[in-house]
Each structure stands twice: as C-alpha cells, then as structure tokens.
C-alpha cells in the first residue's frame, strides 16, 4: 500500500527566511506526486505537482519542489517565506486505478512564521 | 471563478443521530471526492465517484457511512448513526473531466461535532 511520510509536525521561520518541508513517500513505482497548502477552516488548494520530466517543478506563490527518486522525496522550498505562508501543507501521492487518481495525503505540516 | 459548494458549513448532532452532507462540484467535473480530515491529520479518502459510479470506497465504512451522486452531479455523504469518533471535518473535491483531470479543487469543507 502507498504511504505518505511528512516527518515535520511544526516548522517555524523567520519572515524572509528561507523554507524546505520534507515528503518521502512509499510506493511501488514513480507516483503522481502533489502539495497542496490549507488555511485556518478552509478546503485545501493545489501548489504544484510532478508527474514526469524535470524533476524540479514550480508551483504557485513561489514554491517548488524537488522529487529525488533515490531518496523517494519531493521536499517543498521556498526561498523567501511570506507571512502569509502561514498555513498547514499536505504532501499526496495519487496512482491510477481505473483511468482515476486515487490519492493518498500526509498527515501535514504547520507553518509558523515570525515576524 | 467557480468553486465547489457545501452544506452545510457546521453541524452539531448528538451520537446516534443520523447527519448528512451535500456537496456540488464545479459544473462539469466527472470525478467526485469525499474526504475526512481528523483534526492534526491530513485528509483520508472515503469514496471517489467517477460521474455517478464509484471509483473507490475501500475506507468508507459501510455499515454507518453511505455517498451517493445520483445522477452524477451533486452528491449527498450520510452517517447513520453519528459516534463521538466521526467528529471531523468532511471535505469534498472534485476534478474535470478533460485536461487536468488530477487537479482536484476542494470545497470549504463541513465541520460535524458529534457529542
């Protein structure tokens, strides 16, 4: 079965500082692999995805990520963290069954930001 | 800009009591997602229509737990009874049909206490 691994509970940065949150996942083959970022009582939204090719993949407000096949990672970074980034991030991993991408989240990781 | 609806947003029932949610995906979506998200947890799929069919519904459970989507549209998640276990939040999703059909946009979400 797929698993996914986001070993930080709590991140805590400085405003302007730089930010890398952790993913491994567990799979039998390359996954479809996904962040998506949630605020405070809100439905969850799409920052990037990577299902083949460059293996670094940008996404929206700034972020990107990395997918290391070696290490079955896909870490998301941004170089220069908002206050706003203030928010809980989901790591998913998603194969297809049936022409459908069955998707599988993390347990998530909260940002907090300083000011 | 269009967006999945849900209803309704908060709901308290006493344990035992039946409870249902309403979820209307962007127009012209074909897939369908249930999620629940226990508080300090990532979302955990239920079940996943692909227009009225189910997809998959391996961690739905059955014996309290029904989803429907008729007529491959709106789709209506119930529980029969409410345990003090099943407070959460319950998100829906949805994908489109063609192109980016592994992007899924997620409602607000309905927050049910169980008490």
Known sequence: AQSVTQPDIHITVSEGASLELRCNYSYGATPYLFWYVQSPGQGLQLLLKYFSGDTLVQGIKGFEAEFKRSQSSFN?????????DAAEYFCAVAFISGGSYIPTFGRGTSLIVHP | ????????????????????FWCDPISGHATLYWYRQILG????????FQDESVVDDSQLPKDRFSAERLKGVDSTLKIQPAELGDSAMYLCASSPRVGRTYEQYFGPGTRLTVT
Do not use: C, F, N
């Open chain 1, 76 to 84: 998301l970074r941004k170089p220069s963290v908002h206050w706003s």
């Open chain 2, 1 to 20: 800009e269009a967006e999945v609806a849900q209803s309704p947003r908060y709901k308290i029932t006493e344990k035992s009591q039946a409870v249902a």
């Open chain 2, 41 to 48: 947890q990532g979302p955990e799929l239920l079940v996943q």
